[in-house]
């Protein structure tokens, strides 16, 4: 693992400086080969305007939030990540990262769930390069390498969790978004802690059932929500009914007997469980001839 090594560059005005100089001696050089007719001026002139323009090519310029690598045939010299215009040995290679921060919005992909249902799933990675020489040197291509990586934790994510928790308390990928997001930036900063980046946030994006099951799935949830709704009616409607025969019996405003008070109960449940308003029968009584 090759660790990263700030290193502060010359300044670049002192480096123009320079190569202007070693260019104007040259040029000077040479008029004097032509006119004074000395050989050995002009075999001197050639190799210091050489050295001149060489010396022009180390020059370069660091933004901020960029860092520029620096290499002497295939060595490691340092980084530089200070901004401005500087100056350093033009047989270096310079290499430029980017250290702004960065989002990957990672395409839908289809995997089964815990339960072994298929999901649809994608998330969004928030990272930036934390140390330059590792992301050089230690993989071949940092950004295809967090692409790939953070596909593949969300693969892995997404088969230890259910779509869904059956009792409502367990986790799950749609009902524990903070804890699954959570869990997903912790398993990216390993997988991608070898080359050099740091994962400032990590979330779920997309989430659905794969569409050859999404209806299933659908009426499976429309039935938990009418089974839930018409256990909250018969509570309530039981307690009114308890409530109503308490207050009956405690005002003394009729005495019911066991069979009275089955009726009373089954009708008021039904008035008060059914799903359309109750359409009484009035007994108005036999008329005798």
Request: charged content about 20%; glycine content about 6%.
């Amino acid at each position: 693992m090759t660790n990263e090594r700030k290193v502060t560059a010359w300044s670049g005005p002192l480096g123009l400086v320079v190569g202007l100089i070693l260019i104007a001696l040259a040029i000077n050089y040479f008029i004097g080969a032509v006119s004074h007719e000395r050989l050995g001026l002009l075999f001197l002139s050639l190799p210091m305007l050489l050295l001149g323009i060489l010396t022009l090519s180390g020059l370069f310029t660091v933004q901020p939030n960029q860092a520029v690598v620096l290499l002497f045939f295939g060595t490691y010299v340092g980084t530089v990540r200070d901004a401005g215009w500087w100056w350093t040995n033009p047989f270096n290679l310079k290499k430029r990262i980017s250290l702004r921060v960065r989002s990957l919005n990672g395409h839908t992909i289809k995997v089964n769930d815990k339960a072994g249902n298929p999901v649809e799933i994608a998330a969004v990675v928030v990272w930036r390069v934390r140390d330059s020489a590792q992301a050089s040197f230690d993989v071949e291509d940092f950004e295809a390498f967090v692409a790939v990586q953070s596909e593949t934790a969300v693969r892995h994510l997404a088969s230890e969790y259910p779509y869904d928790a059956e009792d409502h308390e367990g986790l799950s990928l749609r009902g524990s978004t903070d804890k699954v997001s959570a869990t997903l930036r912790e398993e990216l900063q390993q997988r991608l802690q070898q080359a050099g980046v740091d994962v400032i946030e990590a979330r779920l994006s997309h989430l659905a059932y794969a569409p050859e099951i999404a209806g299933a799935m659908l009426q499976r949830q429309q039935a938990a929500a009418i089974i839930a709704a018409r256990t909250r009616i018969v509570d309530g409607a039981v307690g009114m009914v308890e409530m109503a025969l308490a207050r009956l019996k405690n005002n003394n405003v009729i005495e019911l007997d066991d069979d009275r008070r089955a009726a009373m109960v089954s009708n008021l449940l039904v008035v008060l469980c059914g799903e359309r308003a109750a359409t009484p029968v009035l007994n108005t009584g036999t008329l005798t001839p």
